[in-house]
Every structure is written in structure tokens, then in C-alpha cells.
């Protein structure tokens, strides 16, 4: 082969001496990480010529353009996908916090029973331990199946159906938001099985036999406003007491229907964002049907064919324009 038509670099004196043919497993990334890009419009030209440089800076800056709109789409896509799991979490980590405390409390009289029994705290703790492990785990397992097969996929087709990227896609599996799932998910049900089971083992066991007092009553803030209380049915009052009495339940649900809420309505406000774009931009804004370029090399004899063709009844309207 001769060297003249091996090709150009950047690099040196802009002339290459060799190539070298090696296999992809020589290299330690699955994913491309350098893209060799040619440009048409600079063949047969002289690398260091002026009207060579201007032709590629032309060429990378219509690049670079392409590159920052999808990199401002990756960004989008990644503000909403640290908001849901965020949320996500944290709901999840208080339903199980709530439903483990449940638990505890209501196996408090067979937790009696067995210290009665003679049963040591380790060996009564190993049951909502693996109970609570395994749910946890179990739920990771059944994440990470659904989460990393079908929903990349479908959030990935969506996004590339109005796009030129094509369909050529690889999905990679990601440990760091395994192990924060995992982390997650034992700390909302482990640890706290762990800390309310705690409490309650530090009890003698005819205490644990015996149904849990209720917490002392106190006046909420809704008594003090005596004009709306006496108006109050009476399981209003109820559960108005029941709401200030459980703050966990409380902070629970409003979190709960709060971000759910608001989930909601940023997703119906993304759906009524993009739903019409297009028949507005189309219809209302830009109102031509054909964008038709005309070459810089144009005959007499076509622009007069190009006149008579835009001359008839057919064509409503047409306007030159500069066009890049």
C-alpha cells in the first residue's frame, strides 16, 4: 500500500507511516470512546491550506451544534430520572418503616411468650431479622429485574422515536444504584426491625403479655380552637386526635400524597408541554407545506422553469429565502 493513501493526522508532520489491525478485545471498554469522523467537502484538499481549516471548522461547529442538543436532552432526561428515585425512596423507605414497626408491635404478646419460654433476645430477634432481610433482598432482586430490562427500554424508545440516533442501543448494568437500593431497602426494614425490637425486648415479659397502653392523650392544637372543635362531629374529633397522635403515620401520608401530587402534575404538565408542539409549529408558526433548495449553479433556462412552476394555481404562495 502506498503511504500517500493511508491517510492525515492532526499529530506531527500530518502524515502516517503505518497501520496497525488489532481485534476488540484488545480493548478493556465495550463502548467506543473515539469517533473518526470524515468530512466530504475536504477531500483532495491540502491539510494545511486555509480553505481546508475553514471548511472543517464549518463542519465541527454544525457537530459540536448536533452533540449540545442531544447532550441538553441527556440532561433533561437525567434531572427527571434523580427526581423519581429520589421520591421513589423515600416513600418506600416509610411504608417500611411503618409496616415493620407494625409488625414488631403486633407479635409483642408471642415476643412475650417466648421470653417466658426461656427463648434468649438473639434467638427471638433472628425471625424478623430474616424476615425483614429477605424482603428486603427479594425486593431488590425483583427491582433490578424489572428495572433494568424493561423500563430502559421502553424510556429508550420513546426517546429515539423522534430521533436520527437510530434503535443500535446496549444497556449496561450500573452497581452503584444496586447498592444504594440495596443499602436503602435493609436500612427501611433491617434496621429499623432491629431498633423497635430492641425497645421492645428490653420489657419483662409479663409486660409483653399484656395489650400495649395506648399513648397519653394530650390536647392538639384543633381544641384550642373552640369555635370549629364544638362544631366537630365526634369521629372527627377521633380522628383528628389519631392524626396528631401517630406523627409517623402522619408524616407518612402527607409525604405520600404530597409527592404523589406533585408527580402528577409534573407529569401532566410535561405531557401538555410537548402534546400540540408540533401542529403549532407547523400550522400556526411556520405555514409553508415544502422547503425546497436551489442549487448555487443554476441556468438561465431553469430559473425560468423554476419561476413557471412556482407561477402556478397550485401554489398558493412562495417566498425566497436564505436558507443554511
Not at 417466648?114 to 430474616?130: H, P, Q, R, T
Not at 372543635?229 to 400524597?257: E, P, Q
Request: glycine share 6%.
Amino acid at each position: 500500500m502506498d503511504k500517500n493513501q493511508i491517510g492525515q493526522t492532526n499529530i506531527g508532520n500530518g502524515r502516517l507511516t503505518g497501520i496497525a489491525v488489532t481485534t476488540p478485545s484488545a480493548f478493556a471498554s465495550p463502548v467506543y470512546q473515539v469517533s473518526r469522523v470524515t468530512f466530504k467537502n475536504t477531500q483532495n484538499l491540502s491539510l494545511f491550506s486555509v480553505t481546508y481549516r475553514n471548511r472543517v471548522y464549518h463542519d465541527q461547529g454544525k457537530l459540536q451544534t448536533a452533540l449540545n442538543k442531544n447532550r441538553a436532552d441527556s440532561e433533561r432526561v437525567e434531572v427527571l430520572a434523580n427526581v423519581f428515585p429520589g421520591f421513589l425512596f423515600a416513600v418506600a423507605a416509610f411504608v417500611s418503616w411503618t409496616t415493620m414497626m407494625c409488625f414488631v408491635e403486633e407479635e409483642r404478646t408471642n415476643i412475650g411468650t417466648l421470653k417466658a419460654l426461656g427463648y434468649s433476645n438473639d434467638a427471638i430477634a433472628i425471625k424478623f431479622l430474616l424476615y425483614s432481610t429477605s424482603a428486603a433482598i427479594l425486593d431488590v432482586i425483583w427491582g433490578i429485574s424489572f428495572g433494568y430490562t424493561f423500563l430502559p427500554d421502553l424510556i429508550i424508545k420513546a426517546y429515539l422515536a423522534s430521533s436520527t440516533l437510530g434503535t443500535d442501543y446496549e444497556i449496561n448494568f450500573a452497581w452503584g444504584p444496586l447498592l444504594i437500593s440495596l443499602l436503602v431497602a435493609l436500612i427501611s426494614t433491617t434496621v429499623i426491625s432491629i431498633f423497635t425490637l430492641h425497645q421492645t425486648l428490653r420489657e419483662q415479659p409479663s409486660a409483653l403479655l399484656l395489650p400495649k397502653p395506648p399513648k397519653n392523650g394530650s390536647r392538639i392544637l384543633l381544641e384550642h380552637w373552640s369555635w370549629l372543635w364544638n362544631h366537630m362531629s365526634f369521629s372527627a374529633k377521633v380522628t383528628a386526635r389519631n392524626i396528631f397522635r401517630y406523627k409517623s403515620r402522619m408524616l407518612m401520608t402527607i409525604i405520600g400524597v404530597a409527592g404523589c401530587t406533585g408527580l402528577l402534575v409534573m407529569g401532566f404538565g410535561i405531557r401538555d408541554s410537548l402534546q400540540g408542539i408540533g401542529g403549532i409549529q407547523y400550522s400556526d408558526i411556520q405555514k409553508n407545506d415544502v422547503i425546497a433548495l436551489r442549487s448555487s449553479n443554476v441556468t438561465k433556462k431553469e430559473q425560468n422553469k423554476l419561476d413557471n412552476l412556482l407561477k402556478e394555481k397550485n401554489i398558493k404562495q412562495s417566498n425566497a429565502i436564505q436558507y443554511q
